[in-house]
């Protein structure tokens, strides 16, 4: 069965360091997302990517995240200089086209801490 | 209140007793999911349930949906052990690009 995939699983890095998390969605999806959760609370939507383009994103998307598609597999979440607050796992999600009916299917996510 | 909001919080049952767990919402939604998470893992889809559906079975899950009280139910009969996790709901409002808002979930302990 097809399914998200996500690298790393773990990821620690010092604030103030570029760190870039990996996903591969299912292969025929066309809507792709970005999640956090930190430890102990909610999960939290950061962007959606339609079309090579953000469709949407929340305030904590701010100038510090960026995300690309950048060969038609991979779909990254970059983070230019980390910060404490940024610790959490970040999951990945994709789902098919035809509208907003369809499940998301959601990569088993990568665990970022920042010292 | 936000949208997506579980409750109970918490919930602890013995084996082979019924879970009920149930999510409140605030504005128009296209569907609504639940999904499970054992703890520091990956989020696993359960159900979804659409805005036109009042009920979905799956296996030993049964999931309503009231949309005039904007709220929804997940029951798990005959509990196990292993159904021990965290629940959530996310919707899918009509406003957005499938964007998913989650509530804080209802932590089940099933105890044997």
């Known amino acids: 069965e097809p399914e998200v995939t996500q690298t790393p699983s773990h990821q620690v890095t010092q604030m103030g360091q570029e760190v870039i998390l990996r996903c591969v969605p299912i292969?025929?999806?066309?809507?792709f997302y970005w999640y956090r959760q930190i430890l102990g609370q909610k999960v939290e939507f950061l962007v959606s990517?339609?079309?090579?383009?953000?469709?949407?994103k929340s305030e904590i998307f701010d100038d510090q995240f960026s995300v690309e598609r950048p060969d038609g597999s991979n779909f990254t979440l970059k983070i230019r200089s980390t910060k404490l607050e940024d610790s959490a796992m970040y999951f990945c999600?994709?789902?098919?086209?035809?509208?907003?009916?369809?499940?998301?299917?959601f990569g088993p996510g990568t665990r970022l801490t920042v010292l | 209140s936000q949208q997506g909001e579980e409750d109970p919080q918490a919930l602890s049952i013995q084996e082979g007793e019924n879970a009920t767990m149930n999510c409140s919402y605030k504005t128009s939604i296209n569907n609504l999911q639940w999904y499970r998470q054992n703890s520091g893992r990956g989020l696993v889809h359960l159900i979804l349930?659409?805005?036109?559906?009042r009920e979905k079975h799956s296996g030993r899950l049964r999931v309503t949906l009231d949309t005039s009280k904007k709220s929804s139910s997940l029951l798990i009969t005959a509990s196990r052990a292993a159904d021990t996790a965290s629940y959530f709901c996310?919707?899918?409002?009509?406003?957005?690009?499938?964007?998913?808002?989650f509530g804080a979930g209802t932590q089940v302990v099933v105890t044997p």
């Open positions: 999600a994709s789902r098919l086209a035809g509208g907003s009916y369809n499940e998301q299917f």
């Open positions: 292969s025929n999806h066309l809507y």
């Open positions: 996310a919707t899918v409002t009509t406003d957005s690009w499938g964007k998913f808002q």
């Open positions: 990517f339609y079309n090579n383009e953000i469709s949407e």
């Open positions: 349930i659409r805005s036109n559906e």
